[in-house]
């Protein structure tokens, strides 16, 4: 096992903090047996064979940990803090967020903030390793070299975005860090506990990777959409234009979405059959749709997924785990909103209600629960064409192409048999048609917070108006702290600021 020895001097120079060598905002991987080349560099990685079962076990990350982190707590942040669910149940850490009481010592904030820095660690591996083994490792062929760099880039690139929507200035470490001695320890101290960087660079950067990895990632796959493909790589490139910062480009918005659209995908035609499921105990649920572009799998009942019991029942095995209050509790500002708009398709797609032994919010004979997860191999739809073609309407209107905009909502819109909406008369009233199409097309798949986050302004603060109108509306609502734009952005864990002394709070926290 490898031992870093750091003399005494230079641990006096840094007293005033606790020098943890393998801190989690760390890059590097500690306690393994390590080799060197001639430069000195060491590294733990060094055949093919480490760089396909790194990169595998990117795609396992994804099965494993993104049912807590990147979709039970996700949809907290995106879902409850607005005006789509309540909490669901008394846990304090998704009551303060509700009310917008966070603060740093929240549980749920640390842990995520803390596997996303994991997550970067990891697609590390492979980025900052994988040129060097395919200099040394013949059977390491360069396709297979590009290909896994490129998915390492989009991994990578999807959790620094998430990092900057949540927390906006992000610590953006691109390598892996030598070992600390007494000689580096002041040149290479900086890259275990890294500053925030500015949002602005790691959106050029978030460009430049995605960018290069879009020509090099695997192409759409119709049978396997758990691939993070070309297609993928440029749906995000499309939602990191859209965010409200220096590089917001809504032409290479339109661009991109163009280009998703082209690379053979179609709308589902019943909406329903996105999250279908077959009954039985041969039956299975829905996949691979024409609809999805990237989505998380399970495809054996004996190992799916645990999320499905934070939401209603396993379809499969409906008295499991059906005694106690769950998360995401659809509201009722969000069930009229369908009911307004006479989307019963949408609506009973989304929603589920069912008998419990719980009235937290509803009747307990007649209880509302979130109906996109109805089974434990039913897929996490992280994008899909629905989204792509919003995203492009939002574009258009905002390029003041109002007709364009118009029609493209109408697509996702004929497919519910809902009439179309004319073209609208401004771009403001654009933006406000895109956004509430987006509330009912995509309620509980992560998006309805920072949409409107991304089009609130000082003269027309969109979220602030949806968050703080719930408390008035519905007593249900727990008593909410007025949203500020402070309060876009969640608090720096207390725990990242005490081992990492290089990091800044947010403002308002």
Aim: with cysteine.
């Amino acid at each position: 096992m490898k031992k870093i020895y750091i003399a005494f001097a230079s641990v006096l120079v840094l007293s005033a903090c606790t020098l943890d060598l393998f801190p989690i905002t760390a890059y590097n991987e500690a306690n393994v047996e390590l080799t060197g080349d001639e430069s000195g560099n060491t590294s733990q990685y060094n055949t093919r064979s480490d760089m396909e079962g790194l990169r595998n076990s990117l795609y396992n990350s994804w099965v494993k940990d993104i049912q807590e982190m990147g979709l039970e707590d996700w949809l907290v942040y995106s879902e409850t803090r607005a005006d789509n669910a309540y909490c669901g149940t008394s846990t304090p850490e998704i009551m303060a967020l509700e009310g917008n009481k966070q603060d740093g010592t929240n549980k749920n904030i640390t842990r995520d903030w803390n596997w996303y820095q994991r997550q970067v660690s990891n697609a590390n591996q492979i980025i900052c390793n994988i040129d060097r083994i395919a200099e040394t490792d013949a059977s390491l062929s360069s396709a297979e070299r590009d290909q896994w760099k490129a998915e390492a880039m989009i991994w990578r690139a999807f959790c620094f975005f998430r990092l900057t929507l949540l927390w906006g200035d992000a610590p953006m470490v691109l390598s892996i860090p030598p070992a600390i001695n007494a000689a580096n320890v002041e040149e290479v101290y900086p890259l275990y506990f890294p500053d925030r960087v500015p949002l602005e660079q790691v959106y050029a950067k978030l460009v430049e990777d995605l960018t290069w990895a879009a020509q090099f990632a695997p192409k759409v796959n119709a049978a396997n959409k758990m691939l993070m493909s070309d297609a993928f790589a440029k749906g995000l490139l499309a939602r990191v234009y859209a965010e409200n910062t220096p590089l917001r480009d809504w032409d290479k918005v339109a661009r991109y979405c163009s280009d998703v659209e082209g690379m053979g995908f179609s709308l589902e035609p019943k909406y329903a059959d996105l999250w279908a499921y077959e009954p039985g105990d041969n039956g299975d649920a829905r996949r691979n749709s024409p609809e999805s572009i990237f989505e998380v799998q399970w495809v054996s009942k004996s190992s799916g997924n645990w999320v499905y019991m934070m939401y209603h029942r396993n379809a499969y095995n409906p008295n499991d785990n059906f005694s106690w209050a769950k998360w995401t509790t659809p509201s009722r500002n969000l069930i009229k909103a369908y009911q307004d708009e006479g989307d019963s398709e949408r609506l009973n797609a989304s929603v589920i209600w069912d008998s419990c032994s719980w009235s937290n919010y509803y009747e307990s004979d007649h209880y509302a629960f979130m109906h996109k997860m109805p089974t434990n191999v039913s897929s996490i739809l992280v994008m899909r064409l629905a989204e792509i073609y919003l995203l492009h309407a939002e574009a258009l209107a905002c390029t003041n192409d109002l007709a364009g905009a118009a029609s493209y909502v109408n697509k996702v819109r004929e497919r519910v048999h809902l009439d179309p909406i004319a073209t609208p008369a401004s771009q403001d009233q654009a933006i406000d048609l895109i956004l509430k199409e987006r509330r009912l097309e995509l309620a509980f798949e992560g998006f309805r917070f920072f949409d409107l986050v991304r089009h609130s302004t000082p003269e027309n603060d969109r979220i602030k108006k949806v968050h703080d109108a719930m408390n008035a509306e519905d007593s249900y609502w727990q008593k909410r702290i007025p949203m500020d734009p402070t309060h876009y952005l969640l608090p720096v864990p207390t725990e990242a600021l005490d081992n990492n002394p290089n990091l800044s709070q947010n403002a308002g926290y």
